[in-house]
């Protein structure tokens, strides 16, 4: 079966830039590159992998693409643009010729409320639109109900829930978090990646077993037609190795049909990122 990791970093380590790696999160502070990642994913037999931003500039985006060029397992590339930009519409056509370019992605889960709402952002989210772009929204469960706000108004704009939203698997909160992402759901243009569940849970003692509920709760908000694997590597590395977290979710799905299954490991990505 094919399997597309619709989740990765790439990056060179540099203590300023990657702060938010602290002292708990030693283990990934260091350079992560296609070098390493490349016979892990041969090691899983996983076919390619999406690149997705870590720092907000357009300097990263650069980086990744110059690395889709060089490896072809990297399938495409999720970069930064400042979407609030009164030029966008010139940085968006400076890459125009960027074909690995899918998509765009800013860390909404570090801002202050309202940050989604501001009408240069809707402005900008519907110019990516226009242009076939994807968007990966990355927030915090708390911020699930003003995500909704925003999406009402880019229902034309095919958007992806980096996470599950990070609810808080570590303290078995899930009710809240369940209300609102099923609530998203119903959007047909939204999607939402299983992935980064362990590094909400405890990393130490974190088990499939815990994160079934949460599991269950998107399969069936979002159905097998919009929901697709992603690792979260490197940073998957201070909860639970490459392999642990694919088998941990293979084992989940292994009891759905084999088109539900290469749908989920797959076909969605290839879809949602036009692959």
Not at 111 to 116: D, I, N, T, V
Not at 175 to 200: F, H
């Amino acid at each position: 079966m094919k399997i597309i990791d619709t989740h990765q970093h790439f990056w060179n380590y540099d203590a300023t830039r990657h702060d938010w790696i602290n002292e708990d999160m030693r283990a990934i502070k260091k350079d992560f590159l296609p070098e390493q990642l490349a016979p892990i994913l041969k090691e899983n037999k996983v076919e390619g992998c999406v690149s997705v931003q870590v720092d907000q500039t357009t300097e990263e985006t650069d980086f990744l693409l110059a690395l889709a060029k060089e490896h072809s397992f990297i399938k495409g590339v999720v970069g930064w643009v400042d979407l609030r930009a009164s030029n966008l519409e010139d940085k968006l056509e400076n890459y125009k010729d960027a074909k690995a370019l899918k998509g765009f992605r800013h860390i909404i889960q570090g801002q202050a409320a309202g940050f989604m709402l501001q009408p240069n952002l809707i402005q900008g989210l519907k110019k990516l639109a226009t242009r076939n772009y994807s968007y990966d929204l990355l927030i915090y469960a708390h911020q699930l109900k003003e995500a909704n706000e925003l999406i009402k108004q880019v229902t034309e704009l095919p958007i992806v829930i980096d996470h599950l939203a990070k609810p808080n698997i570590k303290n078995n909160e899930i009710e809240d978090w369940k209300k609102e992402i099923t609530a998203l759901a119903k959007y047909p243009n939204v999607y939402c990646k299983i992935s980064g569940m362990a590094t909400e849970a405890n990393w130490e003692t974190w088990a499939m077993a815990g994160l079934q509920p949460y599991l269950d709760t998107v399969v069936e908000a979002f159905g097998t037609e919009r929901i697709m694997f992603g690792s979260d590597w490197p940073v998957c590395l201070v909860a639970s190795s490459y392999a642990k977290w694919l088998k941990g979710v293979q084992k989940y799905f292994n009891t759905f049909s084999s088109t539900e299954q290469e749908a989920i490991f797959a076909g969605n990505a290839i879809k949602f990122y036009k692959l």
